[in-house]
């Protein structure tokens, strides 16, 4: 909506020499407008783009010169001037391109002296000796070749000129490159070079053919001929030389095709040559000898793919394939070079070059769509859908349609789409009937899995070519189903775009066949309906992205849909608002009318005006409970199709109303479209703004004036200053002491937006500006922010300040500038982490004022006059160096203390953050505009010697071996000495020989505890913790810790940004650098070190950012000696890692530690378009030392090899240069599994999960059942070819070790990671069994992983085998394994073998039963079949078969069965026998005739929980409506149960029971839902005569979740059906029931039996009071006690909805009853815990908690039916609403004398303020992380102004008054007392508390607020002649 400002174009202005300017000078006449006068002003000039005008009135000039003039002095003089003016510009300059099409128009009379000219300058050019000047020769005839006749002329007359020079210029560069092998600087330089001039031969060629037609110069010794063949062998060798770039060998090829083409005769034999080429057939006898001297080497058998692919490219490109000029020749080679595209698909694996590869097919199939326009029949039958060719094209679009990479993608679909055509074109002229080869296409390609992304693209080709309705008329549902999948991200973007082509070619189609009009209802009903139904219940996700990307695409094709949606919702707002988690008909229309609105469908005047959509509704969306609602509300304020709309005065109060409750959002998405919403508001009134004031200037025009503009201008400039003067006090408003940190963000955010959108130019009228609003108390709050622990905070901050600088720094006087910036100093050494980044931002915001030297810097260093005499210098300079050098001064000396005791160091003056405010005030200067620059160079000296010292220091404690565990517990500084001793015992690194004996520290750590023991501490450092020596004595630990590893950060990080920032001084004697490159190679040195010693994670993470920061320096610097050293280092690294050896310092243990990281740079670094030989050369040597040949070879390499290549994998900047890799990767990691040594199997394994990730992606989902983050077989074996024989052949080794006969424990170490990958492979319908690379020769070796002795196993190879089967294949496979299973006769059955066979039928089935949801013919016979095999197997399920967990497993698989057929009976099919088998299975079973084991028998629970599924399944069945209304005796004897659910429930086994239980529950819930038939029978009539077992359970259940569920049972149930049986059962009656249920809520010992027994006892209660019974006032108590227990903040979630779901039961009848049932003190008590709830810190307890409001603002809805009533509200709006709520209740019950102070104890919060003091400091020293609970949303000041202002205006609209009330005069004697305490407390605290006790400060700011207002109503209160109160004055 914005819009973009303009580019401003460069233009270089051309400067001629004072030769040319004499010439000119000598010609021109004063006063006379000639030529020469004309071109010397030109040169005159020195702006490009004025010079441009100059030169367009040339030539009208030399129009109006007569014939003679061609002979003129001053014409030639001129020309000559010109064609050097020409050669001498650059080719991009505007001015060339102008001066050519000037000198287009030349007149033919001075063409010839035009082209004289031109010739001299280009014969010169044509000199040029010097092969780095040979460009801009190249870029001149490159010029002159395009469009431009004067050059091309030029050209003409110099042919053999100009060839010879680009012979030689290939020669040259060539040898060039030879010799500058090594410098990347240069041969990048010449391989550019080299490109152009290729191309520029091409251009000669193929313009200037006339000058090589005829066949004089086909002369062997003719000149032309000999050049042409030069350029030709050139060419040729480029295109084999393959160090070259990938563009320059492509070009290449299309060169030698092209010269190959203009040489060669006869030309119909050109295809044949070409086609031999490519094929490796050549007969050298057959071809011209100039042609084999020429291109030899491509005449051999076996060119490499990279030549073959580039010449196919060539052939393609340079012949002409239309016509069918080529003849049947042609037509062979068009054949051929698919063939020879598609068999290198499978060969050609590097990125860039799979790329090329989908390029050049996509161009093959538009080259076939030529050739087939006049082709032979021959060829239309070769290229129809149905051969061979086609056949494989298909295959590579399956196999690449999903690539990762884009580009390869989209040519996919491309290749698709003309792949179509072209059948289209073979079949054109046929009869109508519909085409097989697309019928086939379309059913494919439906049986896919919506996950596959190439799936939308290709049918959206299918549908431009056969229509949406054909494909509708096969699957009706389609839409819908489209729409269901665009809850995923990745997916809604290609859904759309399916979707906009099928409706929009539905819509063309539904036009043509039928009347105007009579087809939209169809076509809504297809296309909006499902929409409109997903945007009101759908899940948030999906309907985001469906308002993204599909609703806009609808409203486009069909504008007159809106009022169609509208309608529909309209009808249905006010009864579905939706909920915090569904948009319901409300928040579908607020997204429609948004995107309307946005895309310019409608007016929202036009929509409020006509009653439409009332305020009322948009009021609603605005504070919506769910928060997607409230954006689409904001959203169609904010947004509109022209950036120029007046902002309306009602949509301004919406706004401001959206403010007060929506900028506390914790979701950062939100917050983030808020602001980009408000922005773009904010830009409309700005440029609305501007309209406005040129139609204030031009009254005379107001008749012009469209009607939204009758609101006179003036009045609406100044509506809009108003608004945005309030929105800003809003803002400030919100920057409070307390406010959460989403508030601030949201605010600073929109503040910084204010101030950059209304920062007009000089000049221009502007109707708002934030630095007009801005005082002193405002600056001080943004100065505050800086004291924010979140960092974002004082970020935007920072950058407020800096848009406001001027104001905000002259509203600093010099007592506020010299405190802050002694707080900064002091908060630079603070031991909080987070202090020293509040000390950088508040001296960054500092040295930006002009007097921070005189009033603050003075008393700290000596004055240094010179830089003050110095006015040049900025006073950012100036201010900086100062600062830095303070700090740098200050620093040296900490070191210096810290070598003496870094123990105190640690505890007093840790140095990192110094450190990090240098490296802070460092990276807002200007480096490359310095005025000091002298006094720079000697600060950047000191500062890395210091980081050097400071290192040496602290690099010794995370260097150790245990960083975290060898810091000496010791608080004494006198004895911290001794840290160094120690220090140094751990400085000789850890070496590496865990490998080889065990470390014994124990006797040493002992001897130096005992010896550290017997000095007894003189002094302790740590705070005094009052006896508690053990915990002082771990913080010390700690903080060792954080100052040695964030010193450490802080260096690394401080010489990176020396690195990236500071220009680098290249040669000694040059003076523009401030870093040299010795100090540059030091620092690189460094990184070396502390990368590959360090061991603490923080240290060596953060050493690698700064490290990063150098070698990116590093890879952009011109310096060749700078730019080879990060292979230097990378070559250095790897010879070490080969050598390394078990005393080597390299870490191996903790993954390498810094070593991945230091490779990673390195590697990172490399620039992305080079040949990534680096890379290349890395993989390699890693790949060798992973899987290395030799397996005595040192075991160390290897691991850090494996950890090295996991690193490299998982490094995303990497991209696609690092999959050739994977196979190799994986290759390693499976064979590092089987290594004998521990080590390089953890390194294996770790290296096998990136790979799986790196190969499938990140897995977001849960279901591990799911097709996402996987491939089809083709797909991976065709990306990873080498992995098909290797994978195979590991899984034959792996079944080859399952010994069939012995079933010895023996597990082949691979076999999990084998199945691991295989599990991920699924079938797809487009893989045809004949795939070379079928994932059906992996099925055998699967089944005979299920033999294997281990459970795990035989369970992975089970889910392995599902993916494997094709889908055809399923049936067959599992009748294979299912009459493979043993019968009852069988002798020595092997169990093992038993159980891995169920369970891939059980896996194997369920996939099958699942896939088929509609029910086939096929289907339904082959569901028969395997019921009928599955029958003669019961007996495995049966006491037959003594092996419980084999039992188990058929019975699982009896349950799966009978689950499914009970869906598929409802589709009419049936199978009696089947239920009557189950039947038989259950009466055999124990569970009817008793159970004879103890649970210690294997598999007993397991087959226990199994046939106890089987029973419930059968249950369900059995009770259903289908079977009780069938006639037959069979169907009615089944009918009956052979075990009732209440036998379950007595079993002795809990797991039965729960299962039992869990049933019931599912039952239950089920009560009102669609899933349980209308009819007769159904099963809820199992749930009959359970209430007396279930409240028997309830007293004797010992297992704690089955207790759990009876509750929750009973809970759901009809209390009327359960409290009758109470006394029967269990001798209780209904009150004693109550009171057990509450002492069970209060005593039990699991948060869940709490929650389920509050929420049973609240039912109860509500029951009771219903029914008018009698509940004793005590029982009353403990349930409200109970709720504020449960309501408390630091409760379990579960614990606070629960006590949310009794508030909201209670609402109607307890907390906004007509009369208090409760009484007064009870019932505000439940409004109190309402509203603690509203505050929680968990989004989902406070949307809770709003349903509360919800319920009672509907029942005030429904009873009142006066105005619109906010129902659905988010917390912040339900909070107000409470309070107003609250006020109104108590005037409704008359109890305000009592209420109001009741309110007024809740105003005044009931915190002891001394005790809070001294407990925050003791937590604030205490640790130096942990602080414990805190509630990062509640806003405690929000919460008191909100309950002020309701309670302000209940006490206006009473007018009340409380005379001599006692309770008043308590809050009054109390609120006076804090309120000394507060000023005494806040007295005591140190200067400037904001920043050095932040939290003390901000507790005390809030009492203070809380007691003021507090205050303020209690004199209100009182009677007139009372109420002045001399102490209130004071306040």
């Known amino acids: 909506m914005v819009l973009k400002k303009k580019k401003e174009i460069q233009v270089d202005a051309f400067v001629l020499d004072h030769d040319q300017l004499e010439k000119l000078q000598r010609f021109s006449k004063a006063g006379e407008q000639n030529l020469a006068s004309l071109l010397l002003r030109g040169a005159e000039l020195r702006n490009g783009i004025q ?48 001066l050519a099409s000037s000198l287009n128009g030349l007149p033919g009379h001075l063409m010839t002296s035009a082209v004289q000219s031109f010739v001299c300058c280009l014969q010169e050019d044509l000199k ?43 020669l040259d560069i060539q040898e060039e490159n030879r010799q500058s092998n090594g410098n990347r600087i240069v041969q990048t330089q010449l391989m550019h070079d080299l490109l152009i001039a290729i191309k520029v031969s091409m251009m000669l060629v193929q313009k ?33 030389d393959a160090t070259l770039l990938q563009t320059v060998q492509t070009t290449s090829g299309l060169a030698v095709i092209l010269f190959t083409r203009a040489m060669y005769e006869p030309v119909e034999e050109l295809p044949s040559l070409i086609s031999e080429l490519l094929l490796g057939t050549v007969e050298h006898s057959c071809v011209p000898a100039w042609f084999v001297s020429s291109c030899g080497v491509l005449c051999t058998a076996e060119l490499p793919d990279s030549v073959l692919l580039f010449l196919c490219h060539g052939a393609l490109a340079m012949l002409d394939w239309k016509n069918g000029s080529m003849g049947e020749n042609g037509e062979k080679l068009l054949l051929d070079i698919a063939s020879v595209l598609l068999s290198l698909s499978s060969q050609l694996k590097e990125s860039s070059v799979a790329t090329s590869l989908s390029r050049i097919l996509a161009i093959w199939t538009n080259s076939a769509l030529a050739a087939l326009v006049s082709g032979s029949p021959d060829l239309k039958i070769k290229l129809n859908g149905n051969s061979d060719i086609i056949g494989k094209l298909l295959e590579y679009i399956y196999t690449h349609w999903d690539h990762p990479l884009d580009a390869i993608r989209h040519q996919t679909r491309l290749i698709f789409k003309n792949l179509l055509q072209i059948h289209q074109t073979t079949i054109a002229g046929s009869n109508g009937k519909p085409d097989p080869f697309f019928a086939r296409l379309i059913k494919h390609l439906l049986s896919l899995d919506w996950h596959v992304k190439g799936k939308y693209a290709s049918l959206g080709c299918l549908v431009e070519c056969v229509g949406t309705e054909s494909i509708l008329q096969l699957d009706r549902t389609i839409p819908v189903q489209i729409l269901d999948v665009m809850s995923d991200q990745s997916l809604a973007p290609y859904a759309s775009d399916l979707l906009e082509t099928m409706f929009t070619n539905h ?39 469906i308002i993204d990307y599909y609703l806009p695409k609808l409203l486009k094709c069909n504008p007159d849909s809106l009022s169609y949606m509208i309608r529909i919702l309209q009808a249905s707002a006010d009864a579905n608002l939706g909920s915090c988690s569904t948009r319901g008909a409300l928040g579908a229309l607020m997204a429609c009318l948004r995107a309307a609105r946005a895309h310019g469908h409608l007016e929202l005047s036009n929509i409020m005006s006509s009653g439409l959509v009332s ?11 769910h928060s997607q609602v409230c954006i689409d509300a904001l959203g169609l304020l904010c947004e509109t199709h022209r950036t120029t709309e007046i902002v309306s005065l009602e949509e301004m109060q919406l706004i401001q109303f959206f403010m007060m409750y929506n900028l506390n959002s914790q979701s950062p998405s ?31 025009k107001q008749e012009l004036v469209e009607n939204s503009t009758r609101v006179p201008p003036l009045r609406i400039l100044q509506q809009y200053k108003d608004f945005m003067s309030s929105v800003c006090a809003r ?164 070191i210096f203390q810290a070598k003496k005791s870094l123990l105190q160091a640690a505890a007093s003056f840790p140095m990192y953050g110094r450190v990090h405010c240098i490296t802070g005030a460092l990276q807002q200067l200007p480096f490359n505009d310095l005025t000091l620059v002298s006094e720079w160079k000697e600060i950047v000296t000191r500062l890395i010697l210091m980081s050097y010292s400071l290192s040496a220091v602290v690099s010794p404690v995370v260097q150790s071996s245990s960083p975290e565990g060898l810091i000496p517990m010791d608080n004494d500084p006198e004895s911290a000495g001794r840290l160094q001793m120690i220090l140094h015992e751990i400085q000789p690194q850890d070496t590496n020989d865990y490998f080889l004996q065990a470390k014994i520290l124990k006797e040493h750590c002992k001897e130096e505890s005992e010896k550290l023991a017997d000095q007894r501490p003189t002094k302790n450092i740590s705070v005094d913790m009052g006896g508690k020596d053990k915990q002082a004595c771990d913080v010390t630990a700690q903080m060792v810790l954080v100052c040695c590893w964030r010193s450490m950060k802080e260096v690394s990080l401080l010489l990176g940004t020396l690195c990236k920032l500071l220009p680098s001084q290249t040669a000694p004697e040059s003076s523009d650098g401030l870093i040299t490159v010795e100090q540059i190679k030091n620092i690189g040195d460094y990184f070396k070190h502390h990368l590959l010693q360090s061991r603490h994670r923080g240290a060596f993470e953060l050493a690698y950012a700064g490290f990063v920061q150098l070698t990116e320096m590093l890879s952009r610097c011109n310096s060749e000696s700078l730019h080879k050293m990060p292979e230097h280092w990378l070559s250095c690294v790897l010879e070490e890692l080969k050598s390394c050896d078990p005393s080597s310092t390299l870490c191996a243990t903790r993954r390498s530690a810094g070593i991945p990281f230091y490779i990673q740079a390195l590697l990172a670094s490399e620039p992305k378009k080079s040949k990534t030989d680096l890379l290349k050369m890395t993989m390699k040597e890693l790949i060798s030392l992973a899987a290395p040949l030799n397996e005595s070879s040192s075991v160390i390499p290897q691991v850090h090899a494996l950890n090295i290549l996991r690193a490299l994998y998982r490094d995303t900047r990497l991209g696609e240069n690092i999959m050739p890799y994977v196979e190799d990767g994986i290759k390693a990691s499976i064979l590092g599994f089987m290594s004998p040594v521990w080590a390089v199997r953890n390194s294996s394994t770790l290296l096998f999960s990136a790979l799986i990730t790196r190969i499938f992606g990140v897995k977001r989902g849960k279901d591990e059942n799911s097709k996402k983050n996987r491939m089809t077989g083709r797909e991976f074996f065709s990306r990873f070819p080498s992995l098909y024989p290797f994978l195979l052949k590991q899984l034959e080794v792996v079944t080859n070790t399952l010994n069939s006969e012995a079933e010895e424990l023996k597990i082949h170490p691979s076999l999990f990671l084998l199945l691991l990958i295989l599990g991920r492979l699924y079938p797809s319908p487009m893989d045809g069994s004949h795939s070379a690379l079928s994932t059906a020769a992996f099925v055998p070796f699967i089944i005979r992983c299920g033999q294997s002795p281990v459970f795990r196993c035989r369970a992975m190879a089970g889910r392995a085998l599902v993916p494997l089967v094709m889908a055809g294949e399923a049936a067959r496979t599992l009748l294979a394994l299912l009459r493979g299973l043993p019968a009852p006769a069988a002798r020595r059955l092997r169990h093992n073998a038993l159980h891995g066979t169920l369970l891939q039928v059980f896996h194997l089935l369920q996939s099958y039963l699942e896939s088929n949801q509609f029910v086939s013919l096929d289907f339904q016979q082959g569901l028969e079949d395997i019921i009928t095999c599955v029958g003669t197997k019961l007996w495995l399920a049966k006491r037959l078969n003594p092996c419980l967990v084999t039992r188990a497993a058929y019975l699982d698989i009896l349950v799966m069965l009978s689950t499914h057929l009970e869906k598929f009976q409802k589709q009419g099919m049936q199978w009696p026998d089947f239920w009557e088998e189950m039947k038989r299975v259950i009466s055999d079973s124990e569970l009817v005739t008793g159970i004879p084991y103890s649970s210690a028998v294997p598999g007993l629970i397991q087959y226990l929980q199994s046939i106890t599924k089987l029973v419930l399944s059968v249950l369900s069945v059995t009770a259903g409506a289908d079977i009780q209304s069938c006639a037959s005796a069979a169907a009615k004897g089944m009918a009956k149960p052979s075990l009732s659910v209440a036998h379950l429930l007595h079993c002795e086994f809990h797991e039965v029971r729960l299962l039992a239980l869990e049933a019931i529950l599912q039952w239950l819930k089920q009560r009102h839902s669609k899933q349980i038939a209308e009819g007769r029978g159904s099963v809820l009539s199992l749930l009959t005569d359970l209430e007396d077992t279930l409240l028997t359970m309830a007293l004797k259940e010992t297992n704690p979740q089955c207790f759990c569920n009876v509750l929750e049972i009973l809970y759901n149930m009809d209390l009327r059906n359960v409290l009758p049986k109470t006394e029967s059962s269990i001798k209780m009656n209904p009150n004693e029931l109550l009171t057990w249920s509450l002492n069970l809520a209060d005593i039990s010992s699991s948060p869940e039996g709490q929650t389920i027994a509050l929420k049973f006892a609240s ?75 509203l505050q929680n810190e968990d989004l989902v307890v406070r949307n809770a908690a709003a349903e509360v409001i919800q319920v009672a603002q509907s029942e005030k809805k429904g009873s009142e039916r006066t105005e619109f009533a906010l129902r659905v509200v988010n917390a912040p709006m339900a909070l107000d609403l409470a309070f107003g709520i609250v006020c109104e209740l108590l005037q409704q019950w008359g109890e305000i004398h009592a209420g109001v102070p009741i309110l007024l104890e809740w105003l005044l919060g009931d915190s002891d303020l001394q005790r809070d003091g001294e407990t925050s400091a003791l937590e604030e020293d205490d640790s130096l992380f942990d602080k414990g609970e805190v509630n990062f949303w509640a806003e405690t000041l929000t919460h008191v102004r909100q309950l002020s202002k309701h309670l302000l205006h209940l006490i206006s609209v009473t007018h009340l008054t409380l005379p001599d009330h006692g309770e008043l005069n308590r809050l009054s004697r109390i609120a006076l007392d804090q309120a000394q305490c507060t000023e005494h407390l806040l007295g005591t605290l140190p200067l400037v508390p904001e920043f050095s006790r932040t939290p003390e400060f901000t507790r005390l700011t809030i009492q203070k607020e809380r007691i003021s207002v507090c205050l303020k109503i209690l004199n209100l209160l009182k009677p007139d002649d009372t109420c002045k109160n001399e102490n209130v004055e004071n306040l």
């Not at 904010?682 to 406005?692: A, H, M």
């Open 51 to 98: 010079q441009i005008q100059c030169i367009k009135q040339i030539m009208p000039l030399m129009k109006q010169m007569d014939q003679n003039s061609a002979g003129d002095p001053m014409v030639k003089a001129c020309l000559d001037v010109l064609g050097k003016m020409y050669f001498s510009l650059a080719a991009k300059n505007p001015l060339k391109k102008v």
């Open 128 to 170: 040029t000796t010097d092969v780095y000047l040979y460009r801009k020769v190249l870029d001149n005839l490159a010029s002159c070749m395009e469009d431009f006749s004067l050059g091309r002329a030029c050209i003409k007359n110099l042919f053999e000129e100009v060839l010879q020079f680009l012979q030689k210029v290939l």
């Open 208 to 240: 200037l053919q006339e000058n090589i037609q005829g066949s004089l110069w086909k002369h062997s010794e003719s000149f032309v001929w000999q050049s042409m063949c030069s350029l030709l062998k050139s060419s040729t060798n480029f295109l084999m």
């Open 507 to 545: 819509k063309a189609h539904f036009t043509l066949t039928f009347q105007e009009g009579t087809w939209i209802d169809q076509w809504h009903n297809i296309w909006v309906s499902p929409l409109l139904l997903i945007l009101c219940e759908g899940n948030h996700d999906q309907t985001t992205y």
């Open 615 to 625: 305020t009322e509704y948009i009021k609603q969306g605005l504070v919506h409970q």
């Open 670 to 700: 939100v917050r983030q479209q808020i602001v980009s919403l408000l922005r773009k508001l904010f830009c409309r009134i700005q440029e609305s703004s501007q309209v406005l004031y040129k139609l204030e200037q031009n009254k005379g």
């Open 731 to 894: 803002l400030f408003e919100l920057l409070f002491p307390g406010s959460s940190h989403p508030t601030r963000f949201s605010a600073l955010s929109i503040l910084e937006s204010i101030a950059e959108i209304f920062s007009a130019p000089k000049g221009q009228a502007q109707v708002f500006q934030l630095d007009q609003e801005v005082d002193s108390a405002r600056v001080q709050t943004l100065i505050q922010c800086f004291a924010s622990t979140f960092e974002e905070v004082k970020i935007l901050a920072f950058r407020l300040l800096m848009k406001l600088r001027d104001v905000a720094l002259n509203l600093q006087d010099s007592e506020n500038l010299d405190l802050l910036f002694q707080a900064a100093i002091d908060l630079s050494t603070s031991t909080k982490p987070y202090d020293c980044v509040t000390a950088s931002y508040l001296l960054n915001f500092l040295v930006y004022h002009k007097g921070l030297q005189h009033i603050c810097l003075g008393k700290w260093l000596e004055h240094s006059p010179h830089t003050d005499e110095n006015t040049s210098v900025s006073t950012v300079e100036r201010n900086t160096l100062a600062v830095i050098k303070l700090l740098l001064v200050t620093v040296e000396e900490e």
């Open 1659 to 1733: 039912k109860l209660i509500i029951h009771h009071l219903q029914n008018h019974q009698q509940i004793s006032e005590e029982v009353l108590k403990k349930w409200v006690q109970l709720i504020v227990y449960f309501c408390g903040d630091e409760q379990e979630t579960e614990m606070l909805l629960a006590a949310a779901e009794v508030l909201k039961s209670v609402t109607s009848f307890l907390l906004i009853s007509e009369k208090l049932v409760l009484g007064l003190s009870d019932t505000l008590g439940l409004w109190k815990c309402v509203i603690l709830l």
